[in-house]
Each structure stands twice: as structure tokens, then as C-alpha cells.
Nanobody, 122 residues
Framework: QVQLVESGGGLVQAGGSLRLSCAAS????????MGWFRQAPGKERDFVAA????????YYSDPVKGRFTISRDMAKSTVSLQMNSLKPEDTAVYFC???????????????WGQGTQVTVSS
């Protein structure tokens, strides 16, 4: 089993920045990728970004491309999401995920964190 714990959420004004982190513990194998998803109230959980664990290939959704940056620290088994130029529509609970069963986009991951709230005020 892999346990994922997110941190770094909070309240920020539009245009501001936040950095989310996700620490993996338990088994050392987190799968071939880790990702971030978000779920706004009343909406489905959406893909935000992912990173291939071994070659570092990056994936982003169109709404966050150019504003968010995903990165990993293999030695610490952590993945981070730097979020800049935040908008009110970025408000959501952000979830870290590991070990996708198919592709990195469809939300079918083996392990999930509990989520951290990000609120962007206008």
C-alpha cells in the first residue's frame, strides 16, 4: 500500500500563488506516474497535471497550462504542484494520485490522497 498526504492548500487572492505537495509513504513503488486532480463543488473530478515518475514527462490540462508546474523529488517520493496566476475558477479540492492503471488522464489510479482545499477569492 501507498499512502499519499497532500499539503499546501489554502485561501489566496486571484493572481496569487500556492504550492501543493504530496508525500508518498509505505511501498516505495508509486507506479509509473503521479498526478493531481481537482473537484469543484457540484462538479466531477478533473485532471490537472501528471508527471511520469521515471522520465519526468509532463502532462497538463488546458485550463492550467502555462500557469501550473508539476515536479517530483524521487529521493523524497514527493510530487509538487506550483500554481501561479490563480483564478477563482481554480477553486476546488485538489487530490494527489499515484499508480495510474491505464493512462494518466482518466482518473483511474490505484492510490489517492484525502485532498486539500484551494480557494481563490476574486
Amino acid at each position: 500500500q501507498v499512502q499519499l498526504v497532500e499539503s499546501g492548500g489554502g485561501l489566496v487572492q486571484a493572481g496569487g500563488s500556492l504550492r501543493l505537495s504530496c508525500a508518498a509513504s509505505g511501498r516505495t513503488y508509486v507506479g509509473h506516474a503521479m498526478g493531481w486532480f481537482r473537484q469543484a463543488p457540484g462538479k466531477e473530478r478533473d485532471f490537472v497535471a501528471a508527471i511520469s515518475w521515471y522520465d519526468g514527462f509532463l502532462y497538463y490540462s488546458d485550463p492550467v497550462k502555462g500557469r501550473f508546474t508539476i515536479s517530483r523529488d524521487m529521493a523524497k517520493s514527493t510530487v509538487s504542484l506550483q500554481m501561479n496566476s490563480l483564478k477563482p475558477e481554480d477553486t476546488a479540492v485538489y487530490f494527489c494520485a499515484a499508480d495510474p492503471l491505464k493512462n494518466v488522464f482518466d482518473g483511474n489510479y490505484r492510490y489517492w490522497g484525502q485532498g486539500t482545499q484551494v480557494t481563490v477569492s476574486s
